[in-house]
């Protein structure tokens, strides 16, 4: 995928904005993709974490709402409507950041293998941008 200057600028101006491939890659196996608007949890992740009652009592931001699906599953909602955030003016989502370090032994790391790179991003950009929500 190849970005214009300007669509790398508001990527990385914007944490809210996700890089997706649309589609989970095989290798990615059970990991979560990253940190969303609407973030859908199962086995093995929900259940490491300690079912919906433990996952809620780590999330503390106001907008933040974890509702189960069945015995299983649940969704992880930050707020009502999807937020780009912008770092230039200080909105680097809390809410997200939050979530992401709860989430971050799960989390899909791709920057750690040879084979991660976004086209038009130095690799030290494309690595700040994977870890946006955990640094």
Known sequence: MFFTPRIRTELLRHPGLSLNHGSTPDWMGTRVDGVHW??????????????????????????????????????????????????????????????????EPWLDKPFKAP????????????TSWARRFLD
């Open 38 to 103: 609407l973030n859908f949890l199962g086995p093995p992740v929900l259940q490491e974490l300690g079912g919906v009652s433990a996952l809620r009592s780590r999330l503390h931001s106001p907008e933040t709402t974890v509702q189960p699906i069945d015995g299983t599953r649940a969704i992880v909602t930050l707020g009502d409507w999807p937020e780009a955030g912008d770092l230039t003016q200080g909105n680097s989502l809390p809410a997200y950041r939050e979530l992401g370090r709860v989430l």
């Open 115 to 126: 084979r991660f790179r976004v086209e038009g991003f130095t690799p030290e950009e494309a």
